[in-house]
């Protein structure tokens, strides 16, 4: 969608986010308590001879479906293939483009109508799901793989929060009454997965709640924000792998936002404020993510946000 058309039926519009083209220890004692271990736990290292499972996954805005790049499907499966993820949840995707992603990699998907939300995978899927509500507007679909449900979600991109606190210098009860959409969808989409083991990936439009806090406020035009979309999350039990495994935001910021959008040519070219906006979150069972990272960038890159990869233990 070209910006203009983006902007044409929002008042807010200079509020909206804008998409732009562009050794060893311990000697033989230590290798037979190992080699002991081992045995007890049936090689796996888990009590009871259960297998402990790894589950890699990637959050990824297609930038309206690689339609922003030059052979931009082709490029997306090309760096899923990089990150090594086993499943991947697309936003500003379509059934056309995950069908085409999935297909050149050889893999599953799962899409829904009336969605720009997707799910590739390269294990097997298990069970499928999909969910709208018309009230706020929430859409988000879900496999089951591996036994957890992982969730691809795209919140409302209108009103974007920074914009508000770094441009407009608005305050807090303007950036509160701004973000409703996104926090009914929030509350909303985490109401519907449940309690069940589950994994939620996406583009929030949002910053964190974990983020705008009283030690960063110097990198966030001087505001400590509580951005009730991800609160709405934490509030119903989910955490944040990202942040889980990266709990400094000072020194670990870990941005999505933006690899290729810098300035802002709504606002006087001032430099676009840079935030982390895609999530991966899980509640239940036993998910322990192990790693996460942000991934992507370089002329290669197909998106104007970076991806999220995290992978679990279950």
Known sequence: MSKSAKHADDPNHTRTKRRLAFGLTGGVAALAVAASA?????????????????????SLNTWHGGA?????????AKQVTASGADVVALQ???????KEIADKLGWKYHTASGTDVDLVSKKPIEKTDSFSKESSGAKAIAAKIDGVWVYSIHL?????????????????QKIYADEASRKAQAQDIAEWTGSAPAIVAGDFNTPSHLDWTEATK????????????????????FKDSYRELHPSPANAPGNTWSPVTKTNSDYDNKPEPQDRIDFILHQGGSLKPTSSRTFGGGSDWPSDHLAVVTTFRH
């Open 218 to 237: 110097a990198k966030h035009c001087n505001s400590e924000v509580e951005w009730p979309a991800t609160k709405a999350f934490a509030d119903k039990g």
């Open 68 to 76: 922003k790049v030059t052979d931009g499907v082709n490029k997306i």
């Open 156 to 172: 409302d991109y209108t009103k974007y929060g920074p914009y508000n606190a770094c441009f407009d210098k608005d305050s807090y």
């Open 92 to 98: 500003e995707s379509s059934s056309s483009v995950a």
């Open 38 to 58: 081992m045995a007890a736990t049936g090689g796996t290292g888990t009590a009871g001879g259960a297998s402990a499972q790894s589950l890699k996954v990637m």
